[in-house]
């Protein structure tokens, strides 16, 4: 069994078979959970939100068309699971973060000048600055942050991306692009912080 | 940024994120290290934006908590689905 295709799969889950969501779960569970995680910032949410896009893509699996892959799919639904959680305990925020970035184009323009790129290995993969890096991705927007975590933690394209989140390619590439602009800019306010000369 | 490229600076940035994805045209790419090459304040923006995305690349991955697997597992034997 753990050798299925996803299409497979699919179709195995499509037929009922209780057994094909064990694989299913041990395939992307751990993918689902992370993904949670970083959107939610709290395990037992996060343990939440994968119990619920579990049971509602075993309930909603005789719609899934495979337009989008499995793995595709079930982002999607963590993705808007953790959203709705999310908009459950802040409205504000997500009203907000649902127009982000403004229509205008502005471009960002980098504050933030000191080079740390030649700061010793051991400062750049400290626990600490683990912690500092976790925690400004965290902190990003919703809207850039699962762009973020799709396109580099879990390494889908730009076109799954798209497809999981539902919105354009264009406005991944907008969204990543932000997402990165601002945490260098965190990043380096960190360094800077961090040296003896107060850079 | 310089005061006397800032026009320039304004036009890598609009073009870094195709860049930096590595989705720049050839001619963009030799336009950005032309720039890169007489602009410091460009070239650590862009170094460090590259050395950022390498280490959240770096970082761990989290993993599910002991026992997770087995309550959802438990919880689909009472859940009609």
Redesign the interface.
């Known amino acids: 069994m753990a050798e299925l295709s996803d299409e497979e799969l699919v179709s195995r889950l499509q037929g009922g078979d209780k057994s094909a969501c064990t694989v299913c779960i041990d395939r992307y569970g751990t993918a689902v959970y992370r993904l949670a995680l970083r959107l939610l910032k709290n395990e037992a949410d996060a343990e939440d939100v994968m119990q619920e896009t579990f049971l509602n893509a075993f309930k909603a699996i005789g719609s899934f068309e495979g337009r989008s892959s499995l793995k595709t799919w079930l982002y999607r639904i963590t993705y808007n699971n953790a959203m709705m959680r999310l908009r459950q305990k802040d409205p504000a925020l997500l009203s907000i973060d649902e127009s982000w970035p403004p229509e205008d184009g502005a471009v960002i323009v980098p504050q933030q000048l000191f080079d740390w790129c030649c700061l010793p290995e051991r400062e750049l993969t400290s626990e600490e600055t683990r912690q500092k890096l976790a925690t400004a991705v965290t902190d990003l927007p919703p809207a850039l942050k699962g762009v973020f975590l799709l396109r580099e933690f879990e390494g889908l394209s730009t076109q799954e991306t798209a497809d999981a989140l539902e919105i354009s390619t264009d406005l991944v590439k907008t969204r990543l692009y932000r997402a990165r602009l601002q945490l260098r800019e965190n990043l380096a306010d960190y360094f800077a912080s961090a040296q003896p000369s107060g850079v | 940024?310089n005061h006397d490229t800032r026009q320039t600076c304004?036009q890598l940035?609009?073009d870094?994120?195709?860049y930096?994805?590595g989705e720049a045209t050839t001619a963009v790419c030799a336009a950005i290290e032309q720039h890169l090459a007489d602009c410091e304040?460009c070239r650590?923006?862009v170094?460090?934006?590259h050395?950022?995305?390498f280490?959240?690349?770096?970082?761990?991955?989290?993993?599910?908590?002991a026992g997770?697997?087995d309550?959802?597992?438990a919880?689909?034997e009472i859940?009609p689905?």
Request: glycine share 2%.
């Open positions: 940024m304004q940035l609009g870094l994120s195709a930096v994805a304040n650590v923006v170094d460090t934006l050395k950022t995305i280490l959240y690349q770096q970082l761990p991955q989290p993993d599910l908590p997770a697997r309550r959802l597992i919880r689909l859940e689905i």
